[in-house]
Protein backbone atom coordinates (compact mmCIF):
# COMPACT_ATOMS: atom_id res chain seq x y z
CA UNK A 1 0.00 0.00 0.00
CA UNK A 2 1.36 3.09 -0.90
CA UNK A 3 2.44 6.10 1.84
CA UNK A 4 -0.47 8.28 0.47
CA UNK A 5 -3.25 6.16 0.72
CA UNK A 6 -2.36 5.64 4.49
CA UNK A 7 -1.69 9.20 5.12
CA UNK A 8 -4.97 10.84 6.96
CA UNK A 9 -7.25 12.34 4.11
CA UNK A 10 -8.26 14.99 6.73
CA UNK A 11 -4.98 16.99 7.85
CA UNK A 12 -5.64 19.55 4.91
CA UNK A 13 -9.19 19.83 5.88
CA UNK A 14 -8.21 20.76 9.16
CA UNK A 15 -5.81 23.15 8.94
CA UNK A 16 -8.15 25.10 6.60
CA UNK A 17 -10.75 24.86 9.22
CA UNK A 18 -8.43 25.73 11.48
CA UNK A 19 -7.32 28.97 9.81
CA UNK A 20 -10.73 29.71 9.31
CA UNK A 21 -11.50 29.54 12.90
CA UNK A 22 -8.10 32.27 13.59
CA UNK A 23 -9.48 34.33 11.50
CA UNK A 24 -13.54 34.53 12.36
CA UNK A 25 -11.58 34.97 16.24
CA UNK A 26 -9.66 37.59 14.67
CA UNK A 27 -12.67 39.40 12.64
CA UNK A 28 -14.74 38.58 16.08
CA UNK A 29 -12.39 40.64 18.48
CA UNK A 30 -11.49 43.46 16.08
CA UNK A 31 -15.23 43.90 15.91
CA UNK A 32 -14.75 44.24 19.65
CA UNK A 33 -12.18 46.63 19.48
CA UNK A 34 -13.92 49.13 17.19
CA UNK A 35 -17.25 48.63 19.93
CA UNK A 36 -14.83 49.52 22.69
CA UNK A 37 -12.98 52.37 21.13
CA UNK A 38 -16.45 53.94 19.77
CA UNK A 39 -18.99 53.14 22.60
CA UNK A 40 -17.06 52.02 25.41
CA UNK A 41 -16.95 48.99 27.27
CA UNK A 42 -20.02 49.18 29.40
CA UNK A 43 -22.20 49.37 26.49
CA UNK A 44 -20.60 46.76 24.23
CA UNK A 45 -23.68 43.86 23.49
CA UNK A 46 -22.38 40.75 21.72
CA UNK A 47 -25.62 41.21 19.52
CA UNK A 48 -23.44 44.34 17.98
CA UNK A 49 -20.47 42.58 17.43
CA UNK A 50 -22.31 39.71 15.61
CA UNK A 51 -23.79 42.00 13.39
CA UNK A 52 -20.19 43.82 12.58
CA UNK A 53 -18.98 40.40 11.32
CA UNK A 54 -21.80 39.43 10.02
CA UNK A 55 -23.27 36.36 11.84
CA UNK A 56 -25.44 35.49 15.02
CA UNK A 57 -24.43 35.63 18.20
CA UNK A 58 -24.12 31.84 18.46
CA UNK A 59 -21.35 31.89 16.19
CA UNK A 60 -19.74 34.36 18.62
CA UNK A 61 -20.12 31.71 21.61
CA UNK A 62 -18.93 28.78 19.50
CA UNK A 63 -15.24 30.55 19.32
CA UNK A 64 -15.07 32.20 22.86
CA UNK A 65 -16.61 30.57 26.08
CA UNK A 66 -18.57 33.47 27.15
CA UNK A 67 -18.37 37.51 27.17
CA UNK A 68 -15.29 37.63 29.73
CA UNK A 69 -13.03 35.58 27.49
CA UNK A 70 -14.23 37.95 24.51
CA UNK A 71 -13.31 41.05 26.31
CA UNK A 72 -10.03 39.38 27.73
CA UNK A 73 -8.89 38.59 24.30
CA UNK A 74 -9.37 42.33 23.26
CA UNK A 75 -7.60 43.43 26.25
CA UNK A 76 -4.94 41.46 24.67
CA UNK A 77 -4.76 43.52 21.93
CA UNK A 78 -4.72 47.22 24.31
CA UNK A 79 -1.78 45.34 26.05
CA UNK A 80 0.51 44.01 23.05
CA UNK A 81 0.01 48.09 21.83
CA UNK A 82 0.93 49.01 25.50
CA UNK A 83 3.83 46.71 26.06
CA UNK A 84 5.27 48.21 22.42
CA UNK A 85 4.82 51.85 23.60
CA UNK A 86 6.33 51.02 27.41
CA UNK A 87 9.53 49.25 25.41
CA UNK A 88 9.91 52.21 22.90
CA UNK A 89 9.83 54.73 25.69
CA UNK A 90 12.27 52.85 28.11
CA UNK A 91 14.99 52.20 24.75
CA UNK A 92 15.16 56.36 25.46
CA UNK A 93 15.58 56.54 28.99
CA UNK A 94 19.20 56.55 30.61
CA UNK A 95 19.62 56.36 34.15
CA UNK A 96 17.18 54.47 36.51
CA UNK A 97 14.78 57.39 37.28
CA UNK A 98 14.29 58.84 33.79
CA UNK A 99 13.43 54.91 32.73
CA UNK A 100 10.50 54.62 35.33
CA UNK A 101 9.87 58.26 34.37
CA UNK A 102 9.41 57.63 30.90
CA UNK A 103 8.14 54.36 31.31
CA UNK A 104 5.30 55.45 33.52
CA UNK A 105 4.63 58.54 30.96
CA UNK A 106 4.06 55.95 28.59
CA UNK A 107 1.23 54.24 30.42
CA UNK A 108 -0.68 57.31 31.43
CA UNK A 109 -0.45 58.82 28.24
CA UNK A 110 -1.74 55.11 26.45
CA UNK A 111 -4.53 54.96 28.96
CA UNK A 112 -5.77 58.92 28.53
CA UNK A 113 -5.38 58.05 24.89
CA UNK A 114 -7.61 54.74 25.00
CA UNK A 115 -10.15 54.99 27.96
CA UNK A 116 -11.55 51.48 26.71
CA UNK A 117 -8.44 50.29 27.62
CA UNK A 118 -9.01 51.17 31.15
CA UNK A 119 -12.47 49.69 31.44
CA UNK A 120 -11.75 46.79 29.96
CA UNK A 121 -9.07 46.26 32.22
CA UNK A 122 -11.18 47.77 35.11
CA UNK A 123 -13.67 45.24 34.14
CA UNK A 124 -11.28 41.83 34.55
CA UNK A 125 -9.57 42.93 37.61
CA UNK A 126 -12.57 43.08 39.37
CA UNK A 127 -13.22 39.00 39.06
CA UNK A 128 -11.45 36.72 41.02
CA UNK A 129 -8.79 34.30 39.73
CA UNK A 130 -10.61 31.32 40.14
CA UNK A 131 -13.86 33.19 38.52
CA UNK A 132 -11.70 33.53 35.73
CA UNK A 133 -10.78 30.12 35.34
CA UNK A 134 -13.64 29.50 35.75
CA UNK A 135 -14.91 31.20 33.29
CA UNK A 136 -12.34 31.44 30.33
CA UNK A 137 -10.11 28.68 28.35
CA UNK A 138 -7.13 27.24 29.60
CA UNK A 139 -5.51 29.22 25.82
CA UNK A 140 -7.03 32.81 26.67
CA UNK A 141 -5.77 32.73 30.23
CA UNK A 142 -2.63 32.27 29.34
CA UNK A 143 -2.41 34.74 26.62
CA UNK A 144 -3.69 37.19 28.85
CA UNK A 145 -1.51 36.40 31.06
CA UNK A 146 1.19 36.47 28.95
CA UNK A 147 0.29 39.99 27.66
CA UNK A 148 0.19 41.58 31.03
CA UNK A 149 3.05 39.83 31.94
CA UNK A 150 5.20 41.25 28.87
CA UNK A 151 4.48 45.01 30.06
CA UNK A 152 4.96 44.68 33.31
CA UNK A 153 8.26 42.33 32.44
CA UNK A 154 9.57 46.37 30.86
CA UNK A 155 8.71 48.29 34.29
CA UNK A 156 10.36 45.10 36.46
CA UNK A 157 13.47 45.28 34.40
CA UNK A 158 13.83 48.97 34.95
CA UNK A 159 13.33 48.57 38.35
CA UNK A 160 15.58 45.55 39.01
CA UNK A 161 18.36 47.70 36.90
CA UNK A 162 18.19 50.50 39.20
CA UNK A 163 18.48 48.57 42.27
CA UNK A 164 21.06 46.86 40.83
CA UNK A 165 23.23 50.59 39.78
CA UNK A 166 22.09 51.64 43.76
CA UNK A 167 19.71 53.97 42.57
CA UNK A 168 16.44 52.21 43.75
CA UNK A 169 15.66 50.32 46.93
CA UNK A 170 12.96 48.03 46.11
CA UNK A 171 13.04 44.31 48.13
CA UNK A 172 10.66 43.48 45.43
CA UNK A 173 10.34 44.72 41.84
CA UNK A 174 8.33 42.38 40.50
CA UNK A 175 5.55 43.44 43.27
CA UNK A 176 5.70 46.85 42.73
CA UNK A 177 5.66 46.15 39.20
CA UNK A 178 2.24 44.61 39.75
CA UNK A 179 0.57 47.50 42.28
CA UNK A 180 2.08 50.32 40.31
CA UNK A 181 0.13 48.94 37.33
CA UNK A 182 -3.00 48.40 39.29
CA UNK A 183 -2.98 51.71 41.02
CA UNK A 184 -2.18 53.56 37.63
CA UNK A 185 -5.28 52.08 36.30
CA UNK A 186 -7.41 53.82 39.18
CA UNK A 187 -5.62 56.89 38.94
CA UNK A 188 -6.10 57.15 35.10
CA UNK A 189 -10.21 56.55 35.72
CA UNK A 190 -9.45 59.72 38.23
CA UNK A 191 -8.66 61.57 35.05
CA UNK A 192 -10.89 60.32 33.00
CA UNK A 193 -13.64 62.35 35.34
CA UNK A 194 -11.43 65.21 36.16
CA UNK A 195 -13.25 65.41 39.57
CA UNK A 196 -11.57 65.49 42.97
CA UNK A 197 -13.86 65.31 46.09
CA UNK A 198 -12.75 66.85 49.39
CA UNK A 199 -14.14 68.56 52.59
CA UNK A 200 -15.03 72.10 52.09
CA UNK A 201 -15.63 71.84 56.10
CA UNK A 202 -16.19 69.46 58.08
CA UNK A 203 -18.98 67.25 56.84
CA UNK A 204 -19.49 69.76 54.11
CA UNK A 205 -18.14 68.26 50.86
CA UNK A 206 -16.94 69.60 47.25
CA UNK A 207 -15.64 69.38 44.39
CA UNK A 208 -12.17 70.75 42.59
CA UNK A 209 -11.13 69.79 39.16
CA UNK A 210 -8.09 67.66 38.14
CA UNK A 211 -6.60 67.14 34.53
CA UNK A 212 -4.93 64.48 33.05
CA UNK A 213 -1.37 66.08 33.17
CA UNK A 214 -1.95 66.51 36.88
CA UNK A 215 -2.66 62.40 37.39
CA UNK A 216 0.35 61.61 34.93
CA UNK A 217 2.65 64.23 37.17
CA UNK A 218 1.24 62.70 40.40
CA UNK A 219 2.01 58.77 39.00
CA UNK A 220 5.39 59.36 38.13
CA UNK A 221 6.39 61.42 41.17
CA UNK A 222 4.77 58.56 43.00
CA UNK A 223 6.47 55.40 41.52
CA UNK A 224 10.16 57.52 41.73
CA UNK A 225 8.81 57.75 45.68
CA UNK A 226 7.96 54.21 45.82
CA UNK A 227 11.38 52.94 43.79
CA UNK A 228 13.58 55.61 46.46
CA UNK A 229 12.60 54.87 49.52
CA UNK A 230 15.30 55.38 52.02
Known sequence: MSSSATAPPTDGR?????ARRRKREAEIIA???ELFDRAGV???QIDQIARAVGVNRAIVYRHFTGKE?????TLVQYLDELKAALESADAAGNDAAD???RITTAF?????AHPAFVDCAQTLMRRTGPELLEEMSESAVFRLGRAISGCLAVLGAALEAGVESGEFEVDDPTLLANTLYASGLGALQLARVGILVKEAA????TVGEISPEQVRDYL????LALATRH
Open 14 to 18: RTAAA
Open 31 to 33: ATR
Open 42 to 44: RDA
Open 69 to 73: ELFAL
Open 99 to 101: RLT
Open 108 to 112: VDYGI
Open 202 to 205: PGIP
Open 220 to 223: VASA
